[in-house]
């Protein structure tokens, strides 16, 4: 079994490694290889320091790095067979909508060229692959003519209002065709809005959803750009990671726990508001923390955000057996027990328990 990581060393990315090298196994088959390609590879990464051989002394895969630029590195991805690839590297949000062209090539012409390697490997007599593409709530927007109903399922029309969105769509339509001519096994899971990320910002419009928790939670101001009555749809990393391998491993079919057509799954949503998610730091954590957040709505990021929907039919991914955070307070929970090393003392001191927060 060998599979392969696109942004293996994003966030999701090792994640998703991380969760791999845990279970040893996928599908109950036991995992040779693990390929972690990026563009860029950081010089220390406890995914990384996996990668020599002598990790399946200790039974686990052995772990290889491709470094490079995807449609460069396609011969060293394919050199042996691909069992399962898990497409997670992209052009965020922001970026797209900066630069058209690097939204293209980033996400549409990455994703074809990796699904044409994948379709010369089957055609030779090799694997056919699975195919596990990470697509995006921004595939849906309110179109004046056409206006999202109150709640999304996946029998709503995407109508994308932002060219990241309408990147994703795009390569969810080509996953469909290579799966439905047979060239790949094609499953498309729609990511939720991931909070509460760890690490530095990124480019991303939906960035500050894991940033007005972070950044003060460090002891470090943060800008609120939207207004704080705007509904998001948000799930936290370990529910998005669940969800990925989930859809990645379900047979298909029309019983429980099997993925029923070629339809692609909404990973569960949290609904929650904006000024919710600030209450719940409020008593996380205290005033002078929640006080770091200073509210300046930005009328480009709320032209991006505000055209999501937030309130999704889970039933599809709950036949998976995947359910939603089960309130932002969780959210935050898990992000104070993954990451103690980004929460400070100081800012959490007035909750009596510093480097960790009481949630109730």
């Known amino acids: 079994m060998r599979i392969v990581i696109t942004g293996g060393f994003g966030f999701l990315g090792r994640q998703v490694a991380g969760a791999l090298l845990e ?5 109950g088959t036991p995992i040779d290889r693990l390929v972690l390609a990026d563009r860029f590879v950081p010089a220390a990464s406890p995914v990384a320091d996996d990668r020599s051989p002598s990790s399946s002394s200790r039974g686990g895969p052995v772990v290889d790095v491709v470094q490079g630029e995807l449609t460069d590195r396609l011969h060293e991805l394919f050199a042996e067979p691909v069992d399962l690839v898990v497409h997670l590297a992209s052009a965020v949000s922001a970026e797209c909508e900066a630069d058209f062209d690097l939204g293209m090539t980033a996400n549409v012409d990455t994703t074809r060229a990796l699904l044409e390697a ?3 490997q089957s ?4 694997p056919v692959a699975r195919f596990v593409f990470s697509s995006s709530v921004a595939v849906y927007g ?3 003519a056409l206006p999202l109903p109150p709640v999304v399922s996946e ?7 932002s060219s990241y969105g309408t990147q994703k769509f795009v390569c969810e339509t080509l996953v469909a065709d290579y799966t439905r001519r047979g060239f790949v096994d094609g499953r498309v899971t729609r990511l939720m809005t991931v909070s509460v990320r760890p690490g530095k910002p990124n480019a991303a419009a939906s960035g500050f959803l894991s940033g007005i928790v972070r950044e003060p939670l460090a002891g470090v101001p943060a800008v609120c750009p939207v207004r704080p ?5 948000l799930a936290s990393p370990r529910r998005t990671v669940e969800g990925i391998l989930t859809v990645a491993e379900a047979e298909r079919g029309s019983g429980p726990g099997e993925l029923d057509g070629g339809v692609p799954v909404n990973l569960p949503a949290l609904t929650v508001s904006v000024a919710e998610m600030l209450a719940t730091l409020r008593r996380v954590a205290g005033d002078a923390v929640a006080d770091l957040v200073t509210v300046a709505p930005d009328p480009a990021v709320e032209a991006i955000v505000g055209s999501w929907p937030a309130v999704f039919d889970n039933a599809r991914a709950a036949a998976l057996g ?3 955070d089960p309130d932002f307070a969780s959210v935050v929970r898990d992000y104070v027990a993954d990451h103690p090393e980004a929460v400070t003392a100081a800012p959490l001191a007035a909750t009596g328990r510093a480097g960790r927060a009481p949630i109730d």
């Open 123 to 126: 055609a030779a007599g090799g």
């Open 322 to 324: 995947l359910e939603p």
């Open 142 to 144: 309110s179109d004046p």
């Open 155 to 161: 029998s709503t029309l995407p109508t994308p209002r």
């Open 229 to 233: 009555d705007l509904r998001v749809a």
């Open 23 to 27: 279970r040893r196994t996928f599908r």
């Open 118 to 120: 994948a379709r010369t």
